[in-house]
């Protein structure tokens, strides 16, 4: 997952790796680009962790117990303390002279052209992992996936055989060759059934939970159903094995509410931050397309920018969807609900100026205006954290149910 902007005059974010290790080394300021094609040497220290003990799961409550996995959610720690940070997680070499060699030789490169930025035989793009790696080290992390993915297949397979009160989350830890599952009972004959199958083609690691997945999502339906709750963001599983809610509004009260469908071991509740924005226009905005039926969207075109203020009066609206048929939902200027649409997406959208978002993505819509000759293609409304606003997804909702 990303992370935020750091480091040495680069940017240090990346994905989130399972288990840390260290691979520890040396290297000067001066002297030739570090040969990383040999995978032992990179790997010598990349063996799967023992699994964690989780029993203190059965006996207290997930939302405290699993601490352990909340440091890879902490904010990354900035500049070069960072970069090591997320070179460990892919069980990259991590000493600080290495990673400072690495970052003359990259700055005498990029002087030399900068089009190695973009990534050449020896760099990685830089953007692609939010830290400099070497092209060998890109390599061997797209080698590692690959070489652990017939297990992952196998664990897949295996946890969707088994029953749903046990079953619980699969994670993959390509970085150290390792698979990670988790169920609620019978820990060691799982690894055990497990690694016979996968063989040496990975490590299996099996964490015991208090709930299943099955469970959990339940839960999560429950919790989606109530009245009352602000919810900003709602997820089931991960390594804590539990529901993580976010909203808005007194904890107290929705505590309150959610303790009539879930223990309250089960679920973690958080409050969200604070949204501060800045709106923009106003107005139905858009850009004109040619053709005038949903099958004629393009589906790279990006109404914003730069999005226009409508000209004309608008006789119908289309809702398309993903805009993948000829078809699509008509709503005319004497429809009921015309005056909602019309209001809804004449909302600004608006720019984030300072807060935490909820990662999660929108169902795509595409909505077309005709004004009596021409059509557009709208630009929907945002919230600061790149989302539909809500008062816009209740009236796609009723238009679409």
């Given amino acids: 997952m990303a992370g935020r902007r750091h480091g040495l005059g680069r940017a240090v974010c990346g994905a989130v790796a399972l288990v840390l290790v260290l691979l520890a080394g040396c290297g000067s300021q001066d002297g030739p680009l570090p040969n990383q094609s040999d995978e032992a040497a990179l790997a010598a220290a990349a063996s799967p962790s023992p699994a964690v003990d989780r029993l203190e799961l059965l006996r207290t409550c997930p939302a405290d117990a699993p601490s352990w996995f909340d440091e890879f959610h902490s904010p990354v720690p900035e500049g070069l303390a960072g970069e090591l940070a997320q070179r460990r997680q892919h069980a990259l070499r991590d000493d600080e002279a290495y990673v400072r060699h690495l970052h003359g030789l990259y700055d005498v490169a990029l002087a030399a052209d900068p089009a190695v930025a973009e990534g050449n035989a020896d760099w990685s793009r830089l953007d692609s992992w939010g830290f400099l790696v070497t092209a060998d080290e890109e390599h061997l992390i797209w080698k590692r996936q690959e070489d652990v993915q017939p297990a992952v297949n196998a664990a897949r397979r295996y946890l969707s055989a088994l029953p749903d009160d046990q079953a619980g989350e699969l994670r993959v830890d390509s970085a150290h060759g390792a698979v990670v599952v988790q169920v609620t009972r019978d820990a060691e004959q799982v690894r055990a059934e497990l690694q016979a199958e996968v063989g040496d083609s990975a490590g299996i690691v099996v964490e015991t939970i208090r709930y299943s997945q099955t469970q959990l999502k339940r839960a999560v ?69 040619p053709g005038s039926t949903c099958a004629s969207v393009d589906p790279a075109a990006d109404p914003s920018p730069p999005a226009l203020p409508l000209v004309g009066k608008v006789q119908f609206f289309m809702v398309c969807g993903d805009g993948s048929s000829g078809g699509g939902l008509t709503v005319t200027s004497s429809a009921a609900n015309f005056a909602d649409v019309v209001v809804e997406l004449s909302r600004p959208t608006q720019t984030v100026t300072g807060q935490v978002c909820a990662a999660y993505a929108d169902l795509p819509v595409t909505i077309l205006a005709d004004t009596s000759g021409s059509t557009w293609l709208l630009e929907v409304p945002l919230d600061g954290c790149g989302h539909y606003r809500e008062s816009f997804k209740d009236v796609r909702d009723r238009l679409t149910a």
């Avoid at 009539?260 to 226009?281: K, L, Q, W, Y």
């Fill in 221 to 289: 339906r429950a919790i989606e159903e109530l009245d009352g709750i602000r919810l900003v963001s709602i997820g089931a599983g991960g390594a804590n094995g539990r529901v993580d809610l976010e909203v808005r509004g007194d904890l107290d009260d929705v505590r309150r509410l959610v303790s009539n469908v879930a223990e309250a071991c089960m679920v973690a509740i958080t409050a969200a931050e604070p949204i501060v924005t800045v709106d923009g226009p106003s107005g139905l905005r858009g850009v004109e397309i």
